[in-house]
Each structure stands twice: as C-alpha cells, then as structure tokens.
C-alpha cells in the first residue's frame, strides 16, 4: 500500500464523512453509490420520525422532574415543513396549561427537523447537567416535550413560564452521515420576539459528535455566563476553554493521530 493510499485510509477510519470513497473510471464503486442512496433514503425518512412523547414524558420522572407535552399550530408534518411560523406558535390551550416556573431553568425537547436525536438523547443531556446545575445555583423546571416545533417555540413556553432561561433540545436537520444529531438552543430571558441573535447554540450532539456529557458541560458554562450578563447570544461570548468543554471521550478523537 503506498502512503497516500495509507492516508487515506486512516482518514476514513476518524469520520463518518463520505471521503476516501474510491472511484471506478470517472464514478463511484457500485457500494459507494449504493451507500449513498441508503443514506439519502434515512437522512429523507428522518425528517417524518416522530417523537414518543409519553416515553420522554417518563424518563423525565425517573429524573425526579415533571413531563408536560405541548404541540404547535401545525396540524400536520407536511404543514411543519411548508409552514414554519407555524411551529414557532404554542397551541392556545397548551399555553394556559403550562405551570410558572419563575427564575428557572426550563428544558425543552423538541422533535424539529429530526425526531430520533432528541428521543435517543435528550434525557441524557438533562439528567448530565442537573448536578452541575444544582451545585450552581440553578432550579430546575418541568421538563417540556414539544412536538411539531421549530427553535423560536422556546420564546413562547418560556414566556409563558416565565423561565429564567430554556434550553431548548431539538432534532437537527438529518445528513448523509447524522440522523440523530440533536442541538441546544438557549435563551436568557425568553420573550415572544427574540431572534436567533439572542441564543447561543451547540450542535452536533449525538454518539460521533458531541457526547451528551460534554454538550452538558457547555451548557453548564454558558448558563453559569448570561446569568452574570444577564443575555445569551451575540452578547455572550463561548469563551470556556477546550480542556473543561471535552469529556474524555473528545480528548482521545482529539489526540488521535494516524500511525
């Protein structure tokens, strides 16, 4: 094997990403292509998964926290896919069903672009940072499940609650690679309103990105931050150092080297 072939071998043994696949003349090999149609085949599916509500609902009582669904405007999948302020709105009678949790930090699992992150691990990012949290100050609310519900659906339960801030766990847009992916969305002082300017983002959580324990570990450190700003978003600044943000875990990818 000659070393540039050795490369990239090694390459595709750290990523999923679809490099090093080979070619035969001017195409693909016939697996690679038929790989590529399995995965657009998932990554398609994805979008229509659909949360187990009554599940997340549960698993936040094994965590010692309330479970309340709620739903949208939506009436349907294909209207959450042409409609997206529509899934930024509560259903009216969900709104006046919602508790006040004044000064509290509320968690919010949401299905978004892709229900199968969230329901595989949203609980797992709760329940990593409920500790840390406590130990910080912070009070825990009623763990909210959200389904047909797009990112600015925070603003609305947490001014319905009256939140401190939400962390907001959502289904993030299926690839060829990740239809599990899940990312949090958090907003200081959420008000029917706010913008994408206001919230501070993690992304890739899921088993081959971000572990549930380290996006945790970010989510501690941001909240811990914009409450001593008093805002999230472009005000505040993801200033934690990389060897406090990884889990063991991401410091062995990150110390991987190819032999």
């Known amino acids: 094997m000659t070393e540039e072939l050795r490369l990239w071998r090694d ?16 195409g693909l090999p016939t697996a690679a292509h038929l790989g ?21 609902i549960e698993g936040a009582r094994r965590l010692g926290l309330a479970g309340i669904g709620v739903g949208t405007e939506v009436a349907d999948r294909r209207a959450y896919l042409l409609r997206p302020d529509l899934g930024r709105r509560l259903r009216a009678q969900d709104r ?24 595989a691990q949203a609980l797992a990012v709760v329940a990593a940072c409920q500790v840390p949290l ?23 339960i947490g001014a319905a609650m009256q939140a401190e801030a939400t962390v907001l766990l959502i289904g993030e847009r ?29 992304s890739n959580i899921r088993p081959g990105g971000l572990s549930a324990e380290a996006a945790a570990t970010k ?23 990389i060897s406090s943000a990884l889990s063991g875990g991401e410091h062995a990818m990150l110390a991987q080297k190819p032999e």
Not at 222 to 233: D, E, F, K, W
């Open 174 to 202: 299926p690839g060829l690679s990740a239809t599990d992916s899940l990312g949090a969305y958090l907003t200081w002082a959420p008000a029917v309103g706010r913008t994408d300017a206001d919230r501070n983002c993690i």
């Open 36 to 56: 590529f149609q399995a995965d657009h085949a998932a990554a398609r599916d994805a979008v229509w998964s659909a949360l187990d509500t009554p599940a997340l």
């Open 96 to 119: 006046a069903g919602l508790p006040p949790a004044p000064g509290q930090i509320v968690f919010i699992a949401a299905d978004g672009l892709c229900a199968c992150g969230v329901q």
């Open 219 to 241: 989510i501690v450190w941001l909240l811990i931050a914009a409450r001593r700003l008093r805002a999230t978003g472009v005000m505040l600044k993801d200033e934690q150092p």
């Open 11 to 26: 390459l595709r043994g750290l990523t999923t990403a679809r490099v090093a696949l080979g070619r035969v003349g001017s």
């Open 134 to 156: 406590a130990a910080a100050g912070f009070a825990i609310g009623p763990l909210v499940v959200a389904e047909q519900a797009r990112v600015g659906l925070g603003d609305d």
